[in-house]
């Protein structure tokens, strides 16, 4: 039953992970589009390849800041999760 939970508290912390790591480039995307798309419709351009150019940016730019931080998120995580293995091991 110990494992159970603990593969369990492992899953929570997986997923809390992968939200951390994925909102920064989701949310400045989404704004991106959004301002785009606004934009878009207020001049009656609707240019599908307009959109792809800023976010792609907004992308880059956002994995160039947070890049380092991101990784440490994902760093600390498989380190604990080899300490599990590790631990669950002897």
């Not at 440490?72 to 498989?78: C, E, S, V």
């Amino acid at each position: 039953m110990d494992d159970m939970a603990s593969l369990l508290a492992l899953a929570d912390r997986m997923l809390w992970t992968t939200a951390l790591v994925a909102a920064p480039v989701l949310l400045a995307s989404l704004a991106v589009g959004l301002v785009v798309g606004i934009i878009q419709a207020a001049t009656s351009v609707n240019e599908q390849t307009l959109t792809f150019v800023p976010k792609l940016a907004v992308t880059a730019l956002i994995l160039v800041l947070l890049g380092g931080a991101m990784l440490g998120l994902i760093a600390d995580f498989m380190t604990d999760v080899f300490a599990q293995i590790a631990a669950t091991g002897q």
